[in-house]
């Protein structure tokens, strides 16, 4: 067999030649030869300044050829990657997706054939002015085989990638299928593994993780090296309560110098394909005795396909959560403005037990109905493979100017300079909610479902990560949960005459009060225009604090005009002012969105604001790990109230910087305010689909440990503690 690859060996270097028909060229666009095509395409539309952005290299073979995964197995080379960036940018290694076992002439290659997407990250410099293209330029070199020959091709591959502000869209050629590769592409997967080699049999277990308590189904280990195993034996074995062992055959290597180290690959299972680390060491414990394993079978791997039963109890936990969450949204920061406004306004009606059923039942139906509505748009715009996940519209610039003055019109209207409805009831209500009767419930619980969704609360993410990952009816009926919960005490006490006998009658105390809740919808305002020139710039706030005051001044003009019985005569010329200013603020919002885009600020820290960090990426991760330093992750945005108390309070404190300064910790910040695929994917990784989420690596743990969502400086210093002991 040795003979017959040095054969190919040989057969592939004399070839060398053939391989020249395909000229290097640095055109955008396919490129092609005889046997293969491939092309340097993205998975958005655009990249934002200092995001991470992910683009493909696109093969499509021509039939009775394929190329390789990174061990090719017996025969040929894997694809091989040389880039040519502009300053600043940089290239992450290739996200193999799962390889085919391909079985030739008693050799077993592990590779590609028809079409396949090669992912690799591309980390866009937060010096990157929108406007402008950056051109990513690759060498791909790829073995490209038949049963007969190999033939190495090089294809010099271009993209111009468009730099722009904002969430960028999915390519619609690529970005669907580019996403597909992430999200099935193995991961690790919290396994303990071993590896020992006794009588010419190596002996594979894992164990723990997706494994534990079940059939783990045909199973198949993919080591990443060659010559540690023989590719073509059948791979045998059994499984046990905490996992399964595989028994395999060694190859050259291992049976000229034994195992002289851990071993890594990709394992894979009906359940799900992970990297593991297999450490020289004896078999697991509970890794057999439940079954034998059944034969995989060659050609690609089959997808998971989760028990129906497993799925019915992850519903039910879901749902379970999602209500939890809601009801400790309630408490949340971001959401506690609008819920002290509705208050105010049931305050009102205490003592009308029919009003009070109505806009309790009504508000309900209000935070129901935007709870679906905003589900909707998350489910349909995932199942189009966009990568988005919770709180995604707060990463759209335009959206967050339109919410700033949404919320600077709300505080107007509690301050007096306007009215919509004049003398109406509702007195702790904005200016959709001052609408008559239940309407204005109905737009108040709106109101309160698009504040809440920058925050997250405890149950939430388990819920929400679940959720989409579920049948559309299910997640709908999650997100309904979670928007029940959040509803919950409203509805409560407004059902509940004996609770709203104890709450003071209404009087000009309620007047008063109004105007003090104004303020702070004038601080939610103050703090989404904060966030909007974090996203964008100096020019585009400037604008938007025009619009901002052209929505004052009409709104000032409007309220001039009115009276009890609407508008008279004299009232007609201010309104007509009023609706032009608001015209023209409406058109000084429209041109933040054209603006010239700032650079974006790094979010390594200053020296003495705390413990110094440095940008989050996955290669990041790996190279602290590979120096035996452990990694805490703060993933993050400006938009989540959530994350900006935690970072004041538990995050930045000297205790924290001198805990991480005693473990040699390395502290890495994802920032999501703006959109950024690969974040979006490792939330996703982890079964969130929103921020905080707090990650600690240590080195030689598979998985990292999940810190909770709402820190105290003694939670974050004692797990630093414990890695750093």
């Given at each position: 067999m040795n003979h017959f690859v040095r054969v190919l060996i040989?057969?592939?270097?004399?070839?060398?030649?053939?391989?020249?028909?395909?000229?290097?060229?640095?055109?955008?666009?396919?490129?092609?030869?005889?046997?293969?095509?491939?092309?340097?395409?993205?998975?958005?539309?655009?990249?934002?300044?200092?995001?991470?952005?992910?683009?493909?290299?696109?093969?499509?073979?021509?039939?009775?050829?394929?190329?390789?995964?990174?061990?090719?197995?017996?025969?040929?080379?894997?694809?091989?990657?040389?880039?040519?960036?502009?300053?600043?940018?940089?290239?992450?290694?290739?996200?193999?997706?799962?390889?085919?076992?391909?079985?030739?002439?008693?050799?077993?290659?592990?590779?590609?054939?028809?079409?396949?997407?090669?992912?690799?990250?591309?980390?866009?410099?937060?010096?990157?002015?929108?406007?402008?293209?950056?051109?990513?330029?690759?060498?791909?070199?790829?073995?490209v085989c038949s049963a007969e020959m190999c033939v190495p091709e090089d294809l010099t591959l271009r993209l111009d990638l468009p730099v722009r502000e904002g969430a960028a869209p999915l390519d619609r050629r690529h970005g669907g299928a580019i996403t597909a590769v992430l999200a099935t592409a193995p991961r690790p997967g919290g396994l303990e593994a071993r590896l020992a080699l006794e009588d010419g049999v190596l002996t594979l277990s894992a164990a723990g993780g997706a494994l534990a308590g079940r059939d783990p189904g045909p199973s198949y280990f993919f080591p990443y090296t060659g010559g540690v195993i023989d590719h073509p034996a059948a791979q045998t074995g059994a499984w046990g309560p905490q996992g399964l062992t595989l028994r395999l055959s060694p190859g050259g290597e291992t049976r000229a110098a034994g195992l002289t180290g851990p071993v890594e690959g990709v394992l894979v299972t009906a359940h799900g394909a992970w990297e593991i680390r297999a450490e020289v060491g004896a078999p697991l414990a509970g890794t057999s005795g439940s079954g034998a394993l059944a034969a995989a079978a060659d050609g690609v791997p089959d997808a998971p396909e989760p028990a129906s039963g497993t799925r019915l109890t992850t519903f039910a936990q879901a749902l379970l959560f999602a209500v939890l969450g809601g009801l400790i949204l309630n408490l949340m920061p971001c959401v506690f403005p609008i819920l002290a406004m509705k208050a105010a306004s049931l305050a009102a009606s205490a003592h009308d037990a029919r009003h009070a059923r109505r806009d309790g039942l009504a508000f309900l139906a209000g935070v129901l109905t935007t709870f679906?509505?905003?589900?909707?748009?998350?489910?349909?715009?995932?199942?189009?493979?966009?990568?988005?996940?919770?709180?995604?519209?707060?990463?759209?610039?335009?959206?967050?100017?339109?919410?700033?003055?949404?919320?600077?019109?709300?505080?107007?209207?509690?301050?007096?300079?306007?009215?919509?409805?004049?003398?109406?009831?509702?007195?702790?209500?904005?200016?959709?909610?001052?609408?008559?009767?239940?309407?204005?419930?109905?737009?108040?619980?709106?109101?309160?479902?698009?504040?809440?969704?920058?925050?997250?609360?405890?149950?939430?993410?388990?819920?929400?990560?679940?959720?989409?990952?579920?049948?559309?009816?299910?997640?709908?009926?999650?997100?309904?949960?979670?928007?029940?919960?959040?509803?919950?005490?409203?509805?409560?006490?407004?059902?509940?005459?004996?609770?709203?006998?104890?709450?003071?009658?209404?009087?000009?105390?309620?007047?008063?009060?109004?105007?003090?809740?104004?303020?702070?919808?004038?601080?939610?305002?103050?703090?989404?225009?904060?966030?909007?020139?974090?996203?964008?710039?100096?020019?585009?706030?400037g604008l938007l604090f025009a619009a901002g005051l052209l929505l004052a001044l009409g709104a000032w003009l409007i309220g001039c005009g009115q009276t009890e019985r609407g508008f008279g005569r004299r009232g007609v010329f201010h309104l007509t002012a009023g609706v032009a200013a608001l015209l023209l603020a409406g058109a000084a919002l429209i041109l933040t969105v054209r603006a010239p885009v700032a650079d974006a600020g790094s979010t390594v820290s200053e020296p003495g604001a705390g413990p110094t960090s440095a940008p989050w990426s996955t290669a990041a991760v790996e190279a602290a790990l590979a120096e035996g330093r452990p990694v805490l992750v703060n993933f993050t945005a400006d938009w989540c109230v959530t994350c900006k108390i935690n970072e004041r309070t538990s995050l930045s404190s000297a205790g924290v910087k001198a805990a991480i300064e005693r473990s040699n910790a390395v502290y890495l910040v994802g920032d999501w305010t703006r959109r950024d695929d690969a974040i979006t994917a490792e939330l996703q990784r982890h079964g969130r689909s929103g921020v905080p989420l707090y990650l600690l690596y240590t080195p030689g743990s598979a998985e990292p440990r999940v810190l909770p969502q709402l820190l105290t400086e003694g939670v974050v210093v004692e797990a630093l503690g414990d890695v750093g002991g």
């Amino acid at each position: 067999m040795n003979h017959f690859v040095r054969v190919l060996i040989l057969l592939a270097v004399s070839l060398w030649p053939v391989a020249a028909v395909a000229q290097p060229t640095a055109e955008p666009g396919p490129q092609r030869t005889e046997r293969i095509e491939a092309e340097l395409v993205p998975m958005s539309a655009w990249a934002a300044p200092g995001s991470t952005a992910v683009v493909a290299v696109k093969q499509t073979i021509r039939p009775g050829w394929h190329t390789y995964w990174r061990n090719p197995g017996d025969s040929g080379g894997a694809t091989t990657l040389t880039w040519t960036l502009p300053q600043g940018v940089r290239a992450g290694d290739i996200v193999w997706p799962l390889p085919e076992r391909q079985r030739i002439t008693g050799l077993m290659n592990y590779g590609y054939s028809g079409e396949v997407w090669l992912p690799v990250t591309i980390e866009v410099p937060a010096t990157a002015r929108a406007g402008t293209v950056l051109p990513l330029t690759v060498k791909a070199s790829f073995f490209v085989c038949s049963a007969e020959m190999c033939v190495p091709e090089d294809l010099t591959l271009r993209l111009d990638l468009p730099v722009r502000e904002g969430a960028a869209p999915l390519d619609r050629r690529h970005g669907g299928a580019i996403t597909a590769v992430l999200a099935t592409a193995p991961r690790p997967g919290g396994l303990e593994a071993r590896l020992a080699l006794e009588d010419g049999v190596l002996t594979l277990s894992a164990a723990g993780g997706a494994l534990a308590g079940r059939d783990p189904g045909p199973s198949y280990f993919f080591p990443y090296t060659g010559g540690v195993i023989d590719h073509p034996a059948a791979q045998t074995g059994a499984w046990g309560p905490q996992g399964l062992t595989l028994r395999l055959s060694p190859g050259g290597e291992t049976r000229a110098a034994g195992l002289t180290g851990p071993v890594e690959g990709v394992l894979v299972t009906a359940h799900g394909a992970w990297e593991i680390r297999a450490e020289v060491g004896a078999p697991l414990a509970g890794t057999s005795g439940s079954g034998a394993l059944a034969a995989a079978a060659d050609g690609v791997p089959d997808a998971p396909e989760p028990a129906s039963g497993t799925r019915l109890t992850t519903f039910a936990q879901a749902l379970l959560f999602a209500v939890l969450g809601g009801l400790i949204l309630n408490l949340m920061p971001c959401v506690f403005p609008i819920l002290a406004m509705k208050a105010a306004s049931l305050a009102a009606s205490a003592h009308d037990a029919r009003h009070a059923r109505r806009d309790g039942l009504a508000f309900l139906a209000g935070v129901l109905t935007t709870f679906l509505l905003l589900a909707g748009v998350l489910l349909a715009l995932r199942a189009t493979g966009e990568a988005v996940g919770w709180g995604f519209q707060l990463q759209s610039p335009p959206v967050t100017a339109g919410l700033a003055l949404l919320m600077l019109a709300v505080a107007l209207n509690l301050s007096g300079v306007f009215h919509v409805g004049a003398g109406l009831q509702g007195a702790g209500s904005g200016p959709l909610s001052r609408l008559p009767g239940g309407l204005g419930a109905f737009f108040t619980g709106a109101l309160a479902v698009i504040v809440a969704a920058p925050c997250t609360a405890p149950f939430m993410a388990f819920a929400l990560g679940a959720a989409l990952v579920m049948p559309w009816p299910m997640a709908l009926l999650v997100f309904l949960g979670l928007g029940l919960g959040l509803a919950l005490p409203f509805v409560v006490v407004s059902l509940s005459p004996g609770l709203l006998a104890k709450l003071p009658r209404p009087g000009p105390w309620m007047e008063r009060l109004k105007n003090l809740l104004a303020f702070p919808m004038y601080a939610t305002a103050l703090w989404l225009a904060w966030v909007f020139s974090r996203q964008t710039g100096a020019e585009a706030l400037g604008l938007l604090f025009a619009a901002g005051l052209l929505l004052a001044l009409g709104a000032w003009l409007i309220g001039c005009g009115q009276t009890e019985r609407g508008f008279g005569r004299r009232g007609v010329f201010h309104l007509t002012a009023g609706v032009a200013a608001l015209l023209l603020a409406g058109a000084a919002l429209i041109l933040t969105v054209r603006a010239p885009v700032a650079d974006a600020g790094s979010t390594v820290s200053e020296p003495g604001a705390g413990p110094t960090s440095a940008p989050w990426s996955t290669a990041a991760v790996e190279a602290a790990l590979a120096e035996g330093r452990p990694v805490l992750v703060n993933f993050t945005a400006d938009w989540c109230v959530t994350c900006k108390i935690n970072e004041r309070t538990s995050l930045s404190s000297a205790g924290v910087k001198a805990a991480i300064e005693r473990s040699n910790a390395v502290y890495l910040v994802g920032d999501w305010t703006r959109r950024d695929d690969a974040i979006t994917a490792e939330l996703q990784r982890h079964g969130r689909s929103g921020v905080p989420l707090y990650l600690l690596y240590t080195p030689g743990s598979a998985e990292p440990r999940v810190l909770p969502q709402l820190l105290t400086e003694g939670v974050v210093v004692e797990a630093l503690g414990d890695v750093g002991g």
